[in-house]
Protein backbone atom coordinates (compact mmCIF):
# COMPACT_ATOMS: atom_id res chain seq x y z
CA UNK A 1 0.00 0.00 0.00
CA UNK A 2 0.95 3.69 -1.01
CA UNK A 3 1.60 6.18 1.79
CA UNK A 4 -1.14 8.66 2.13
CA UNK A 5 1.56 11.25 0.77
CA UNK A 6 2.18 8.95 -2.41
CA UNK A 7 -1.85 8.80 -2.69
CA UNK A 8 -2.22 12.46 -2.27
CA UNK A 9 0.06 13.65 -4.89
CA UNK A 10 -2.43 11.17 -7.38
CA UNK A 11 -5.45 12.95 -6.80
CA UNK A 12 -6.65 14.63 -9.89
CA UNK A 13 -8.82 17.65 -9.66
CA UNK A 14 -7.98 18.84 -13.38
CA UNK A 15 -10.54 18.13 -16.19
CA UNK A 16 -8.14 18.09 -18.54
CA UNK A 17 -6.59 15.10 -17.21
CA UNK A 18 -9.57 13.01 -17.03
CA UNK A 19 -8.67 9.51 -19.00
CA UNK A 20 -10.94 8.35 -21.62
CA UNK A 21 -13.41 5.67 -20.63
CA UNK A 22 -16.33 3.88 -21.64
CA UNK A 23 -19.00 3.43 -19.13
CA UNK A 24 -20.13 -0.70 -18.74
CA UNK A 25 -23.77 -0.62 -20.67
CA UNK A 26 -26.45 -0.98 -18.05
CA UNK A 27 -28.80 -2.65 -20.71
CA UNK A 28 -26.83 -5.34 -21.89
CA UNK A 29 -27.66 -8.17 -21.33
CA UNK A 30 -25.35 -11.44 -21.06
CA UNK A 31 -26.29 -12.91 -24.16
CA UNK A 32 -25.07 -9.95 -25.84
CA UNK A 33 -28.45 -8.53 -26.35
CA UNK A 34 -30.61 -5.36 -25.06
CA UNK A 35 -33.15 -4.56 -22.68
CA UNK A 36 -35.84 -3.33 -24.72
CA UNK A 37 -38.82 -2.70 -22.06
CA UNK A 38 -39.25 -2.39 -17.85
CA UNK A 39 -40.75 -5.69 -18.30
CA UNK A 40 -37.03 -7.28 -18.55
CA UNK A 41 -35.40 -4.34 -16.76
CA UNK A 42 -37.27 -5.15 -13.65
CA UNK A 43 -37.61 -8.90 -13.96
CA UNK A 44 -33.96 -9.92 -15.09
CA UNK A 45 -31.49 -7.04 -15.66
CA UNK A 46 -31.84 -5.11 -12.19
CA UNK A 47 -31.62 -8.34 -10.14
CA UNK A 48 -27.80 -9.24 -12.24
CA UNK A 49 -27.03 -6.13 -11.66
CA UNK A 50 -27.75 -5.71 -7.89
CA UNK A 51 -26.21 -8.80 -7.33
CA UNK A 52 -22.91 -7.32 -9.28
CA UNK A 53 -22.72 -4.38 -6.73
CA UNK A 54 -23.31 -6.63 -3.45
CA UNK A 55 -20.57 -8.95 -4.93
CA UNK A 56 -18.16 -6.23 -5.66
CA UNK A 57 -18.89 -3.12 -3.60
CA UNK A 58 -21.65 -3.40 -0.53
CA UNK A 59 -22.19 -6.79 0.15
CA UNK A 60 -24.99 -8.83 1.09
CA UNK A 61 -28.61 -7.15 2.20
CA UNK A 62 -28.15 -7.93 6.04
CA UNK A 63 -30.95 -10.09 7.56
CA UNK A 64 -33.25 -9.15 9.69
CA UNK A 65 -33.47 -9.28 12.93
CA UNK A 66 -35.67 -11.95 15.04
CA UNK A 67 -37.06 -10.20 16.98
CA UNK A 68 -37.51 -6.06 16.53
CA UNK A 69 -39.15 -3.74 19.08
CA UNK A 70 -40.38 -0.34 19.02
CA UNK A 71 -40.50 1.68 22.52
CA UNK A 72 -41.70 5.35 22.30
CA UNK A 73 -39.15 6.91 25.25
CA UNK A 74 -40.51 10.29 24.93
CA UNK A 75 -43.11 12.33 23.76
CA UNK A 76 -43.17 16.00 23.42
CA UNK A 77 -46.48 17.59 21.90
CA UNK A 78 -45.36 21.47 21.52
CA UNK A 79 -41.53 20.76 20.15
CA UNK A 80 -39.93 23.30 18.39
CA UNK A 81 -41.98 26.34 19.40
CA UNK A 82 -45.23 24.29 19.34
CA UNK A 83 -44.50 23.53 15.22
CA UNK A 84 -43.95 19.83 15.94
CA UNK A 85 -44.49 16.55 17.89
CA UNK A 86 -41.36 15.31 19.02
CA UNK A 87 -40.99 11.59 19.83
CA UNK A 88 -37.98 9.66 20.85
CA UNK A 89 -38.05 5.98 20.15
CA UNK A 90 -35.89 2.99 21.20
CA UNK A 91 -35.40 0.31 18.37
CA UNK A 92 -34.77 -3.18 19.78
CA UNK A 93 -33.34 -5.83 18.01
CA UNK A 94 -32.77 -9.35 19.07
CA UNK A 95 -31.32 -12.68 17.70
CA UNK A 96 -32.65 -16.25 19.07
CA UNK A 97 -29.18 -16.64 20.24
CA UNK A 98 -29.45 -13.98 23.02
CA UNK A 99 -27.31 -11.07 20.91
CA UNK A 100 -29.44 -7.43 21.59
CA UNK A 101 -28.77 -3.98 19.60
CA UNK A 102 -30.36 -0.75 20.16
CA UNK A 103 -30.02 2.80 18.28
CA UNK A 104 -32.60 5.81 19.42
CA UNK A 105 -34.97 7.10 16.87
CA UNK A 106 -35.43 11.20 16.47
CA UNK A 107 -39.01 11.67 15.34
CA UNK A 108 -40.61 14.88 13.87
CA UNK A 109 -44.40 15.40 12.83
CA UNK A 110 -46.10 18.55 11.84
CA UNK A 111 -48.49 19.81 14.40
CA UNK A 112 -51.96 19.89 13.44
CA UNK A 113 -51.56 17.81 10.37
CA UNK A 114 -54.71 16.50 8.84
CA UNK A 115 -53.98 12.74 8.43
CA UNK A 116 -50.69 10.80 7.63
CA UNK A 117 -48.15 12.50 6.32
CA UNK A 118 -45.14 11.88 4.19
CA UNK A 119 -41.50 11.51 5.86
CA UNK A 120 -37.97 11.89 4.92
CA UNK A 121 -35.97 9.89 6.51
CA UNK A 122 -31.88 10.21 7.19
CA UNK A 123 -28.72 9.11 9.48
CA UNK A 124 -27.14 11.94 11.09
CA UNK A 125 -23.26 11.86 12.02
CA UNK A 126 -22.68 13.23 15.90
CA UNK A 127 -25.92 12.34 17.73
CA UNK A 128 -29.78 13.17 17.68
CA UNK A 129 -28.98 16.05 20.07
CA UNK A 130 -26.87 17.65 17.62
CA UNK A 131 -29.19 17.99 14.73
CA UNK A 132 -31.67 19.59 16.85
CA UNK A 133 -31.66 22.83 18.74
CA UNK A 134 -33.75 21.66 21.24
CA UNK A 135 -31.87 21.14 24.77
CA UNK A 136 -33.84 18.22 25.84
CA UNK A 137 -33.19 16.37 23.18
CA UNK A 138 -31.36 12.97 24.19
CA UNK A 139 -27.53 12.42 23.67
CA UNK A 140 -26.94 10.08 21.03
CA UNK A 141 -23.67 8.84 19.39
CA UNK A 142 -20.45 8.69 20.21
CA UNK A 143 -19.50 9.18 23.53
CA UNK A 144 -16.96 12.39 22.94
CA UNK A 145 -20.26 14.35 21.10
CA UNK A 146 -22.22 13.74 24.08
CA UNK A 147 -21.96 17.30 25.58
CA UNK A 148 -23.74 20.17 25.61
CA UNK A 149 -21.58 22.18 23.67
CA UNK A 150 -22.34 19.55 20.52
CA UNK A 151 -26.05 20.59 20.91
CA UNK A 152 -27.45 21.81 17.15
CA UNK A 153 -24.30 21.74 15.51
CA UNK A 154 -25.14 20.18 12.27
CA UNK A 155 -29.07 21.36 12.72
CA UNK A 156 -28.86 22.59 9.25
CA UNK A 157 -28.06 19.54 7.74
CA UNK A 158 -31.36 18.23 8.77
CA UNK A 159 -33.81 21.82 8.47
CA UNK A 160 -36.70 20.16 10.67
CA UNK A 161 -38.48 23.28 10.84
CA UNK A 162 -38.18 23.70 6.87
CA UNK A 163 -38.93 20.21 7.03
CA UNK A 164 -42.29 20.46 8.70
CA UNK A 165 -42.87 23.81 7.55
CA UNK A 166 -43.94 22.03 4.03
CA UNK A 167 -45.69 19.33 5.86
CA UNK A 168 -43.42 16.85 6.33
CA UNK A 169 -41.99 14.32 9.16
CA UNK A 170 -38.30 13.87 9.81
CA UNK A 171 -36.93 11.22 11.18
CA UNK A 172 -33.33 10.57 12.13
CA UNK A 173 -30.54 8.43 14.35
CA UNK A 174 -26.92 8.62 14.78
CA UNK A 175 -25.10 6.18 12.32
CA UNK A 176 -22.84 5.35 15.05
CA UNK A 177 -25.33 4.41 16.97
CA UNK A 178 -26.27 1.16 14.33
CA UNK A 179 -22.19 0.32 13.66
CA UNK A 180 -19.53 2.96 14.97
CA UNK A 181 -16.77 4.08 12.73
CA UNK A 182 -13.71 5.81 14.63
CA UNK A 183 -11.16 7.40 12.86
CA UNK A 184 -8.69 5.90 12.22
CA UNK A 185 -10.45 2.98 11.23
CA UNK A 186 -11.05 0.10 13.15
CA UNK A 187 -9.43 -2.55 11.32
CA UNK A 188 -11.85 -5.23 13.46
CA UNK A 189 -15.36 -3.79 13.33
CA UNK A 190 -17.10 -7.22 12.35
CA UNK A 191 -17.95 -7.85 16.02
CA UNK A 192 -19.80 -4.33 16.46
CA UNK A 193 -23.08 -2.31 16.13
CA UNK A 194 -25.24 -4.29 14.20
CA UNK A 195 -22.26 -6.98 12.94
CA UNK A 196 -22.27 -7.98 16.65
CA UNK A 197 -26.08 -8.45 16.87
CA UNK A 198 -26.51 -10.83 13.64
CA UNK A 199 -23.50 -12.55 13.16
CA UNK A 200 -22.34 -14.95 15.75
CA UNK A 201 -18.42 -15.95 16.31
CA UNK A 202 -18.14 -18.46 14.15
CA UNK A 203 -20.02 -16.38 11.12
CA UNK A 204 -18.09 -13.27 11.87
CA UNK A 205 -15.46 -15.10 10.27
CA UNK A 206 -14.44 -13.95 6.57
CA UNK A 207 -17.33 -11.28 7.22
CA UNK A 208 -15.80 -8.37 4.74
CA UNK A 209 -15.80 -10.87 1.83
CA UNK A 210 -19.86 -11.07 2.44
CA UNK A 211 -20.66 -7.81 3.96
CA UNK A 212 -19.41 -4.28 4.45
CA UNK A 213 -20.17 -1.11 6.90
CA UNK A 214 -22.29 0.68 4.31
CA UNK A 215 -24.68 -2.19 4.31
CA UNK A 216 -24.54 -1.88 7.58
CA UNK A 217 -25.97 1.70 8.13
CA UNK A 218 -28.23 0.94 5.10
CA UNK A 219 -29.66 -1.91 7.24
CA UNK A 220 -30.62 1.19 10.14
CA UNK A 221 -32.68 3.31 7.57
CA UNK A 222 -34.74 0.29 6.48
CA UNK A 223 -35.21 -0.44 10.27
CA UNK A 224 -36.44 3.30 10.86
CA UNK A 225 -38.58 2.44 8.08
CA UNK A 226 -39.85 -0.62 9.60
CA UNK A 227 -40.70 1.55 12.54
CA UNK A 228 -42.37 4.04 10.42
CA UNK A 229 -44.76 1.80 9.24
CA UNK A 230 -45.87 1.42 12.73
CA UNK A 231 -46.72 5.05 13.60
CA UNK A 232 -50.37 6.47 13.02
CA UNK A 233 -48.84 9.74 12.15
CA UNK A 234 -46.89 8.85 9.54
CA UNK A 235 -47.40 7.69 5.49
CA UNK A 236 -44.93 4.84 4.72
CA UNK A 237 -45.97 4.76 1.64
CA UNK A 238 -44.35 8.23 0.95
CA UNK A 239 -40.74 7.66 2.54
CA UNK A 240 -37.78 9.55 1.48
CA UNK A 241 -33.92 8.40 2.26
CA UNK A 242 -31.38 10.79 2.24
CA UNK A 243 -27.56 11.36 3.18
CA UNK A 244 -25.00 13.31 3.12
CA UNK A 245 -21.37 12.32 1.98
CA UNK A 246 -20.33 8.76 3.25
CA UNK A 247 -23.79 8.83 4.14
CA UNK A 248 -25.29 9.75 1.02
CA UNK A 249 -23.64 6.40 -0.56
CA UNK A 250 -25.85 4.73 2.51
CA UNK A 251 -28.61 5.93 1.07
CA UNK A 252 -28.19 5.46 -2.57
CA UNK A 253 -27.51 1.38 -1.37
CA UNK A 254 -30.70 1.17 0.80
CA UNK A 255 -32.41 3.26 -2.03
CA UNK A 256 -31.50 0.24 -4.20
CA UNK A 257 -32.27 -2.70 -1.61
CA UNK A 258 -35.20 -1.08 0.05
CA UNK A 259 -37.90 -0.11 -2.75
CA UNK A 260 -40.31 1.23 0.07
CA UNK A 261 -38.10 4.44 -0.15
CA UNK A 262 -40.02 6.58 -3.04
CA UNK A 263 -37.43 9.22 -3.10
CA UNK A 264 -33.58 8.48 -2.92
CA UNK A 265 -31.77 11.71 -2.10
CA UNK A 266 -27.74 11.78 -2.23
CA UNK A 267 -25.86 14.69 -1.06
CA UNK A 268 -22.02 15.06 -2.06
CA UNK A 269 -21.68 11.20 -1.83
CA UNK A 270 -18.49 11.19 -4.38
CA UNK A 271 -16.76 7.99 -5.10
CA UNK A 272 -18.46 4.78 -3.97
CA UNK A 273 -21.60 6.88 -4.04
CA UNK A 274 -22.82 8.90 -7.20
CA UNK A 275 -19.70 9.81 -9.07
CA UNK A 276 -18.22 7.34 -11.53
CA UNK A 277 -15.32 5.54 -10.78
CA UNK A 278 -13.63 5.45 -13.98
CA UNK A 279 -13.16 9.32 -14.09
CA UNK A 280 -10.36 8.85 -11.55
CA UNK A 281 -11.38 12.21 -10.23
CA UNK A 282 -10.79 13.47 -6.45
CA UNK A 283 -11.68 10.60 -4.75
CA UNK A 284 -10.52 7.11 -5.68
CA UNK A 285 -10.36 3.56 -4.67
CA UNK A 286 -7.18 3.81 -3.40
CA UNK A 287 -7.45 6.50 -1.42
CA UNK A 288 -10.91 4.86 0.00
CA UNK A 289 -8.81 1.87 0.27
CA UNK A 290 -6.44 3.69 2.45
CA UNK A 291 -8.75 5.20 4.75
CA UNK A 292 -12.12 3.91 5.21
CA UNK A 293 -11.24 0.21 3.81
CA UNK A 294 -14.24 -1.41 5.56
CA UNK A 295 -16.56 0.55 4.37
CA UNK A 296 -16.88 -1.62 1.32
CA UNK A 297 -16.52 -5.30 1.16
CA UNK A 298 -12.75 -6.77 0.28
CA UNK A 299 -13.45 -7.41 -3.19
CA UNK A 300 -13.61 -3.48 -3.66
CA UNK A 301 -9.92 -3.80 -3.16
CA UNK A 302 -9.70 -5.26 -6.43
CA UNK A 303 -10.23 -1.88 -8.32
CA UNK A 304 -7.42 -0.04 -6.88
CA UNK A 305 -5.77 1.86 -9.87
CA UNK A 306 -7.92 -0.74 -11.83
CA UNK A 307 -11.34 0.97 -11.81
CA UNK A 308 -11.49 -0.53 -15.80
CA UNK A 309 -11.91 -3.60 -14.30
CA UNK A 310 -15.43 -2.90 -12.55
CA UNK A 311 -18.10 -4.76 -14.13
CA UNK A 312 -20.34 -1.45 -13.34
CA UNK A 313 -20.19 1.73 -12.64
CA UNK A 314 -22.09 4.42 -10.29
CA UNK A 315 -24.84 5.39 -13.31
CA UNK A 316 -26.17 1.96 -12.66
CA UNK A 317 -26.35 2.36 -9.34
CA UNK A 318 -28.58 5.46 -9.94
CA UNK A 319 -30.45 2.80 -12.39
CA UNK A 320 -31.30 0.57 -9.68
CA UNK A 321 -34.10 3.16 -8.24
CA UNK A 322 -35.99 3.58 -11.42
CA UNK A 323 -39.12 4.16 -11.92
CA UNK A 324 -38.98 6.27 -8.62
CA UNK A 325 -37.43 9.70 -8.57
CA UNK A 326 -33.76 9.69 -7.45
CA UNK A 327 -31.58 13.32 -7.04
CA UNK A 328 -28.05 13.94 -6.70
CA UNK A 329 -26.64 16.51 -5.43
CA UNK A 330 -22.91 18.28 -5.58
CA UNK A 331 -21.32 21.32 -4.39
CA UNK A 332 -18.98 24.03 -6.53
CA UNK A 333 -16.12 23.51 -3.81
CA UNK A 334 -15.95 19.81 -3.05
CA UNK A 335 -14.13 18.54 -5.81
CA UNK A 336 -12.95 15.46 -3.35
CA UNK A 337 -16.27 14.10 -3.95
CA UNK A 338 -16.20 14.90 -7.99
CA UNK A 339 -19.26 17.05 -9.02
CA UNK A 340 -19.12 16.25 -12.52
CA UNK A 341 -18.73 12.88 -12.14
CA UNK A 342 -21.98 12.53 -9.94
CA UNK A 343 -23.86 14.25 -12.42
CA UNK A 344 -22.84 12.05 -15.74
CA UNK A 345 -23.65 9.00 -13.00
CA UNK A 346 -27.10 11.00 -13.11
CA UNK A 347 -27.51 11.91 -16.79
CA UNK A 348 -26.63 7.86 -17.92
CA UNK A 349 -29.22 6.49 -15.49
CA UNK A 350 -31.90 8.36 -17.82
CA UNK A 351 -31.22 5.69 -20.07
CA UNK A 352 -33.03 3.31 -17.53
CA UNK A 353 -35.66 5.81 -16.81
CA UNK A 354 -36.45 6.32 -20.31
CA UNK A 355 -38.03 2.32 -20.50
CA UNK A 356 -40.65 3.78 -18.14
CA UNK A 357 -41.49 6.74 -19.95
CA UNK A 358 -40.57 8.97 -17.17
CA UNK A 359 -40.07 12.97 -17.73
CA UNK A 360 -37.67 15.36 -16.59
CA UNK A 361 -34.47 13.61 -17.42
CA UNK A 362 -30.96 15.05 -17.32
CA UNK A 363 -29.70 16.81 -20.41
CA UNK A 364 -26.08 16.11 -21.36
CA UNK A 365 -24.74 19.34 -20.46
CA UNK A 366 -23.78 20.16 -16.60
CA UNK A 367 -26.18 22.83 -15.56
CA UNK A 368 -24.76 25.99 -13.65
CA UNK A 369 -24.68 26.57 -9.88
CA UNK A 370 -27.81 26.90 -8.09
CA UNK A 371 -29.90 25.77 -11.43
CA UNK A 372 -31.49 22.50 -10.21
CA UNK A 373 -32.98 20.46 -12.55
CA UNK A 374 -35.90 18.62 -11.14
CA UNK A 375 -37.60 15.52 -12.81
CA UNK A 376 -37.61 11.66 -12.19
CA UNK A 377 -33.96 12.36 -12.44
CA UNK A 378 -32.63 15.62 -10.69
CA UNK A 379 -29.50 17.38 -9.89
CA UNK A 380 -28.59 19.98 -7.87
CA UNK A 381 -25.22 21.82 -7.55
CA UNK A 382 -24.91 24.17 -5.16
CA UNK A 383 -22.08 27.17 -4.32
CA UNK A 384 -20.16 26.05 -1.22
CA UNK A 385 -18.26 23.26 0.28
CA UNK A 386 -18.96 20.08 1.01
CA UNK A 387 -21.99 19.85 3.37
CA UNK A 388 -25.47 20.13 3.24
CA UNK A 389 -27.62 23.16 4.35
CA UNK A 390 -31.33 24.74 3.59
CA UNK A 391 -30.26 25.52 0.08
CA UNK A 392 -30.20 21.80 -0.41
CA UNK A 393 -33.11 21.35 1.52
CA UNK A 394 -35.10 23.69 -0.64
CA UNK A 395 -34.53 21.71 -3.80
CA UNK A 396 -35.43 18.38 -1.98
CA UNK A 397 -38.94 19.95 -0.77
CA UNK A 398 -39.87 20.63 -4.00
CA UNK A 399 -39.11 17.37 -5.02
CA UNK A 400 -41.14 15.73 -2.85
CA UNK A 401 -43.81 18.02 -3.49
CA UNK A 402 -43.66 17.25 -6.77
CA UNK A 403 -43.74 13.09 -6.02
CA UNK A 404 -45.84 13.27 -2.74
CA UNK A 405 -48.72 15.52 -3.38
Same mark, same amino acid.
Given at each position: ???????? *??? /?????????????????K???????N?Y???????????? &??????????????????????????????? +????????????M???? +? $? $???????????????? =?????????? /????????????????? /???????G?D? $???????????G?????????????????F?? !???D?G?F?????? %?????L?????????? *????????????T??H???????? !??H????????? #???TD %?????????D????G???Y? %??????? &????????????????????????????????????????????????????? =????? &????????????F? *????? =????????????? #???? !?????? !??? /????? #???L?? #?D????
Amino acid at each position: MKTWEEIS *ALV /NYDESKVPAYTLPDALLKANGSRVKNAYEWVNFQRPKILE &LYKRGLYGQTLPRPDETRFEVISEKKDALGG +KALRREIRVSSGMAGGR +K $H $HFDLLLYVPRGARGRV =PVFIGLNFKG /NHTVSNEKDVAFTGAAD /NRVDGRRGCDS $HRMSFEDVLSRGYASATACYEDVLPDPYPFDP !HPWDKGVFGLLFDE %RERSGLHERCSMIGAW *AWGLSRIADYLETDPHIDAGRMAV !HGHSRLGKTALW #AGATD %RRFGLVISNDSGCGGAALYR %RRFGETP &LAMAYNFPNWFVAAHDKYVENEDAMPFDQHMLISLMAPRPVCVASATEDLWAD =PRGEY &LSAYHAGEVYRLFG *AAGLL =PEDMPLPDTPLSG #AVSY !HLRKGK !HDQ /NEKDW #AHYLGL #ADMFFK
